[in-house]
């Protein structure tokens, strides 16, 4: 091969390197990769983005980092994804009670004998059922209108549903709350709302062509938040999902029967 044969085929492939990389986006770490040092804050990041995208719950990453409701960061501000090695989160009960230290003997008291008036015997009343596991918000309605394309999946690989549609369709909050984020920063998701409902619940809305809410926004169970498209999908969609303490669930269990 001649020299200058030889410099056009290494300058052809360094402009195909250069446009591969160029389509990478290094804004996310991988989980791991967070975890092994603080991560930093960039413009338009909400706390509750952040714990979406990691699948973390927003109220212990809050923990974690000391950062009391309503949650604010700012750009350039680091935080941590894991928790600190001396935290214990006393608030969840997945955590051992701390050790009893020793106690002390009581000290003796005298003995009184107590009369006891025998109790007349009541019939025996069934318990009232228990409310479903996954009980949550109430008046879900269906965030929009159309053939559902891809189901949820339990281990994980589906975290939503993706309902077809035609762009610039309206699509709707599944349940009244407030919008904690409005934003195309989050990779996959494209056009992006996601909606606080109560402590322990959010649901959220990818791909849209337009967002007609702001963050900070209080929106009503039907009220019109944006406008379908297919921002980060290959196809006009709606995919919606619903979290519960963190944890995908299956938004079928909650919306009424089509």
């Not at 980092?65 to 941590?80: F, L, S």
């Not at 106690?103 to 019939?123: C, D, E, G, L």
């Not at 791909?207 to 809410?213: G, M």
């Amino acid at each position: 091969m001649k020299t200058w044969q030889y410099m056009l085929w290494m300058l052809a492939a360094a402009m195909l390197l250069s446009g591969c990389a160029s389509t990478v986006d290094y804004r996310w770490p991988t989980l791991a990769d967070a975890q092994s040092s603080l991560y930093t804050i960039h413009e338009g990041e909400s706390l509750y983005a952040i714990a979406w995208h990691y699948g973390l719950n927003y109220k212990q990453l809050a923990s974690w980092n000391n950062i009391g409701p309503p949650y604010t960061i700012y750009p350039g501000q680091r935080i941590r994804l894991s928790p600190p090695p001396t935290y214990t989160y006393a608030q969840t009960a997945m955590s051992p009670p701390p050790a009893p230290t020793s106690p002390k003997a009581p000290p003796p008291y005298p003995i009184q004998s107590v009369h006891v008036t025998p109790m007349t015997p009541r019939p025996y009343l069934p318990p009232a059922p228990a409310a479903p596991s996954h009980a949550g918000p109430s008046g879900w309605q269906w965030p929009a209108q159309g053939e559902i394309i891809n189901s949820f999946a339990p281990d994980g690989s589906k975290k939503g549903i993706d309902i077809a549609g035609q762009p610039g369709e309206p699509i709707h909050a599944a349940s009244s709350g407030k919008v904690v984020y409005s934003g195309g920063g989050l990779v996959g998701y494209g056009q992006l709302i996601i909606i606080k409902h109560n402590h322990d619940f959010l649901s959220a809305y990818a791909h849209n062509r337009k967002l007609l809410v702001k963050e900070g926004e209080r929106v009503s169970a039907g009220q019109t938040i944006a406008e379908l498209g297919s921002t980060g999908a290959q196809r006009p969609m709606l995919h919606f999902e619903i979290r519960q303490d963190g944890q995908p669930v299956d938004p079928l269990q909650y919306l009424p029967q089509p």
